[in-house]
């Protein structure tokens, strides 16, 4: 089989006209929606990603606000500053872009930040209200991988899925909402036993462990959609994901690529977060 190429790119592109209407509805009723990315330490992906969303808003006409802080700084400050734009009026949402600096709770951070303006769905409020099913915010990156799917009509109800990965802001949040969407869902991790047995039993398979060229093509059923969320910086400087594409698009059904896949559909996502937020800060006024 020869997979599909699932085009992030191109997914990014219309969602992305999509927010630009609404802001710029929203900006003529005198509300344009407006962003604060806070970012501490001096991790230099960060600060790429940071730049990016900055840049996806004016692209978009979001107003948006970069909040830097050194490696030193305390996370007093920083809870501090998030406080002060929880009650900034220009600001519909907040984004504290991790990892945070080691020697700082991130917990303690993300729950400082006002619920409905936490566009990421980080904050364990809004964590509770993805595992209830009902969620406020849904976390950028899986929700973004909904998108994909169900812009190639691959079906979910019913569907087996595994997700490789358990972290917070990928592997736990996706697993809940391909479950919510009646998928069987397996949580496999790096460290799973006999890997390759369970995510060869996938019809769907999400891969965010981080490891690259993890998955092959021996591990993946024929047919399979694979979403690929890993973006590794290779030593000859190219980016790779977590999964060996050009073997694995030889089975596959369907198949994301890395780079233009996954990453730009997040970035679509925190756009709609963010201006889901601004129109419910419409409602509210
Ligand atoms: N670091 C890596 N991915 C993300 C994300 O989606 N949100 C935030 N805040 N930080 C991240």
């Given at each position: 089989?020869?997979?599909?190429?699932?085009?992030?790119?191109?997914?990014?592109?219309?969602?992305?006209?999509?927010?630009?209407?609404?802001?710029?509805?929203?900006?003529?009723?005198?509300?344009?929606?407006?962003?604060?990315?806070v970012?501490a330490?001096?991790?230099?992906?960060?600060?790429?990603?940071?730049?990016?969303?900055?840049?996806?808003?004016?692209?978009?006409?979001?107003?948006?606000?970069?909040?830097?802080?050194?490696?030193?700084?305390?996370q007093d400050?920083v809870i501090?500053?998030i406080q002060?734009?929880?009650?900034?009026?220009?600001?519909?949402?907040i984004l504290v872009q991790l990892p945070l600096p080691r020697r700082f709770e991130s917990d303690k951070v993300i729950a400082s930040v006002a619920v409905?303006?936490d566009?990421d769905g980080f904050h364990l409020y809004n964590v509770g209200?993805l595992v209830?099913?009902?969620?406020?915010?849904?976390p950028?990156?899986?929700?973004?991988?909904?998108?994909?799917?169900?812009?190639?009509?691959?079906?979910?109800?019913?569907?087996?899925?595994?997700?490789?990965?358990?972290s917070n802001i990928?592997?736990k949040p996706?697993?809940?909402?391909?479950?919510?969407?009646?998928?069987?869902?397996?949580?496999?991790?790096?460290?799973?036993?006999?890997?390759?047995?369970?995510?060869?039993?996938?019809?769907?398979?999400?891969?965010?462990?981080?490891?690259?060229?993890?998955?092959?093509?021996?591990?993946?059923?024929?047919?399979?959609?694979?979403?690929?969320?890993?973006?590794?910086?290779?030593?000859?400087?190219?980016?790779?994901?977590?999964?060996?594409?050009?073997?694995?698009?030889?089975?596959?059904?369907?198949?994301?690529?890395?780079?233009?896949?996954?990453?730009?559909?997040?970035?679509?996502?925190?756009?709609?977060?963010?201006?889901?937020?601004?129109?419910?800060?419409?409602?509210?006024?």
């Amino acid at each position: 089989m020869n997979a599909k190429i699932m085009d992030g790119s191109a997914l990014a592109r219309e969602l992305r006209a999509d927010c630009k209407i609404r802001a710029a509805g929203l900006t003529e009723k005198g509300m344009q929606p407006g962003l604060a990315v806070v970012i501490a330490g001096d991790n230099p992906a960060s600060r790429i990603y940071v730049r990016n969303k900055a840049k996806a808003c004016s692209d978009t006409g979001i107003y948006s606000e970069i909040h830097e802080f050194s490696e030193n700084a305390s996370q007093d400050e920083v809870i501090e500053r998030i406080q002060e734009l929880n009650r900034n009026s220009r600001i519909h949402g907040i984004l504290v872009q991790l990892p945070l600096p080691r020697r700082f709770e991130s917990d303690k951070v993300i729950a400082s930040v006002a619920v409905e303006k936490d566009v990421d769905g980080f904050h364990l409020y809004n964590v509770g209200s993805l595992v209830t099913g009902n969620a406020i915010f849904p976390p950028c990156t899986p929700h973004g991988v909904i998108k994909i799917l169900e812009k190639y009509s691959v079906p979910i109800e019913g569907q087996h899925a595994v997700v490789v990965g358990r972290s917070n802001i990928v592997g736990k949040p996706m697993a809940l909402m391909l479950l919510q969407r009646g998928a069987t869902v397996t949580i496999c991790t790096s460290k799973t036993r006999d890997l390759a047995e369970h995510t060869h039993r996938a019809d769907i398979l999400v891969v965010a462990t981080g490891k690259p060229h993890m998955i092959t093509a021996s591990m993946v059923k024929d047919g399979a959609a694979v979403i690929d969320v890993g973006i590794n910086r290779m030593p000859d400087g190219k980016l790779a994901g977590d999964v060996e594409f050009e073997s694995v698009k030889e089975k596959a059904g369907y198949i994301t690529p890395v780079p233009g896949g996954v990453g730009p559909v997040t970035i679509a996502m925190l756009l709609y977060n963010t201006i889901e937020a601004a129109e419910r800060a419409y409602a509210r006024a």
